[in-house]
Every structure is written in C-alpha cells, then in structure tokens.
C-alpha cells in the first residue's frame, strides 16, 4: 500500500500517522520528494482498512500495489533515482553515462591502453571482466584477483571507476574496493548472492537473466533493495529468442517499460545483444531514443587477438566516432 501525503504535513505528523501501522506489524518506508511524501507499507496490508486511511485529513491518495516487488516500484518512489559516485560520475541523472572496456583483462598494456582511449572518447566508467562465466569451462576464465588488481592499476592511471562482474558469495571480500559491482545475466537468480550484495554500501549493476519476464528481473532487484542496498542499476543485455543471426535479441521495449515500472536507472548492453560490432550502433541509437540512462559496450585494442567475445568487440577508434554519435543523438533528443 503507498499513501501520498497532503503537502505541509509536519514530521510529527508523519510519525504519529506511521506509528498506526507499525503497531499492526507493518514497515513504513518514508520516502520526501520535492513536492510530496509518500509512505510504502511493507507486509500484511489487508489488516489496514483503506477507507479509514483515506478519512485522515493530512492523506491525500492511497491505493494497494498489486506489484510483487515494492521497493523498486515506481509508485513508491516517484522520483527516478541517479546513482553517484565519490568522483563525481552519475547514472540517472539525465545525462548519458558510457560504460567502456574489454570482455575480460588480459595484461596490464591491454587495460591500461583501453581505459586510456575510452576516457579520451567521453566514457565515464571504465569495465572489465577479471573473473569470467563462460559456457565452456575450456574457455579463457578470466585472471581472477590478479585482473582486479590490473583493473585497479588503470583506475589509478585514468581516473576512471571500473565495473566488474562478480560470480560468487566467496568473492564479495576482493570486491570491496571496486566502485561498481555487476551481476551477470547467469547469476541474475542467484538468490544468495543477492542476499549479501544488498548489505553491501555499493551500486550493483544488474543484467537480466537471457530468459527471465522484466517481473522476475525486479523482483530480483528487490532482493538487492531488501538487504538495505538501494543503488541498484539495472541491464538490459538481450533474451533469447528463436532468431539466430544474433547472439541474443534486444528487447528494446524493456527500457521504457522498466522506466515507467521501476524508479531505478537502466543501462543497455548492445553488444552482447548483438554479438556483431556493426550492430553495436543502432541498437545504442535505439536505446538512447527508448530513454536508456546509459550505455555498456565492449571495446579491445585488438579483437582479433581477444581472449573472450572479441567478435564482438569495437575498436578504440571505432567507440571514438560512436561515442560522438551518441553525445550528440542524446543532447539533440534532450532538445525535443
């Protein structure tokens, strides 16, 4: 159940009113926008008779949620939330934030050369896989903690806050000193994992599962935000369908849709959609048109010798023309 507050209600008041339902076993979720306050109760709400709350005279509108999901709820949370970093780097804000790297670090000249080019370019975040899940396990997996450390090295070099995907629980301890933990598509149900991330005081960047509905995929944001983790961001990576030209198709519609549904950021990852470079552009396009707060791409100095998914990777030069292109559709929608 969400109650809108009238506007001049007093914090005396709010807490007189809250105490009604915390008395019934309730939690009250506070929540003081720019114009109004809402309340969320969490829990058992059929014991709250609807029309005495709506007699209050400070209760401006009530209604229940049928949603699953609460605290990633738009309804309870009016206002869209923007992630910021201690440097200053925001996601959400309105701005377009691009996330740029390698699938995987491979030595210290590949990371440090790639961060280089991709800050030149105007990206604000810096990826990079060091541990890796790939389908087969004769596939390069990635170099662990020494590819922390690699990615730490060209943060220190550029400046730039690295995002990298984490695979278990055992791990969470080498992850304290990166600024943006991400959740891969495989492990979007890994509800343990969830578990801990959400005690975390980090922003986690959520990819969808490649075969779970947008419900599931907040619903799994929910775990992240029970935990008392709210910086959560989400990903739209591409499902899979029937169509094989691609590596996955990208469900352009969920950008829009997980906009009005949820008050979270979402980013969108065009080349694992596509697993094609050229394909990389349009669908970026596209995403920014849907209203994606940002964009994931993979860039290598070298995607023919990549260790992972350098098929689809873009050149530096390449991701220096795109992100030009992206700027500029951005600002010229912005103008709309």
């Known amino acids: 159940m969400i109650i809108v507050l009238k506007r001049g209600t007093t914090q005396e008041q709010i807490d007189a009113f809250s105490q009604q339902f915390i008395d019934h076993g309730l939690t009250v979720n506070a929540w003081h926008g720019t114009h109004e306050t809402v309340l969320g109760l969490l829990g058992d709400t059929s014991v709250i008779d609807i029309d005495y709350v709506q007699a209050q005279p400070i209760v401006y509108k009530v209604q229940r949620v049928q949603e699953p999901y609460k605290m990633a709820n738009r309804k309870f949370h009016p206002d869209n939330t923007v992630i910021t970093l201690p440097g200053g780097q925001a996601i959400g804000d309105g701005s377009l934030a691009l996330i740029a790297g390698p699938c995987s670090v491979e ?7 790639v961060a280089s080019r991709v800050k030149a370019a105007g990206a604000q975040f810096l990826r990079g896989g060091a541990f890796k899940p790939r389908t087969s396990p004769y596939s390069f997996q990635g170099l662990g903690t020494a590819g922390l450390d690699l990615l730490k090295e060209a943060r220190a070099k550029t400046g730039l806050p690295i995002v990298t995907e984490i695979m278990s ?4 301890d080498l992850f304290q000193d990166v600024d943006i933990i991400q959740v891969g598509a495989r492990n979007m149900q890994n509800f343990e994992l969830l578990k801990q991330l ?8 959520l990819k969808r599962g490649l075969a779970n509905t947008l419900e599931e995929f907040l619903m799994s944001a929910e775990y992240i935000m029970s935990g008392g983790n709210e910086r959560v961001i989400l990903c739209e990576r591409g499902i899979r369908t029937f169509e094989t030209f691609t590596r996955n198709t990208l ?3 969920a950008v829009p849709i997980l906009k009005k549904l949820s008050h979270l950021p979402v980013v969108v990852d065009p080349s694992h959609a596509a697993g094609i470079p050229w394909l990389v552009e349009p669908l970026s396009m596209a995403a920014i048109a849907a209203g994606a707060d940002g964009l994931i791409i993979e860039v290598h100095n070298n995607p023919a010798k990549a260790l992972s998914d350098g098929a689809q990777c873009l050149t530096p030069d390449e991701f220096d023309a795109l992100a030009q292109k992206l700027n500029a559709t951005h600002q010229a929608l912005k103008a709309l």
């Open 169 to 172: 629980v055992a791990h969470l």
């Open 107 to 113: 030595t210290e000249e590949q990371i440090c050369e």
């Open 198 to 205: 959400g005690k975390m005081d980090k922003p986690i960047l």
């Open 251 to 253: 469900d352009i519609s």
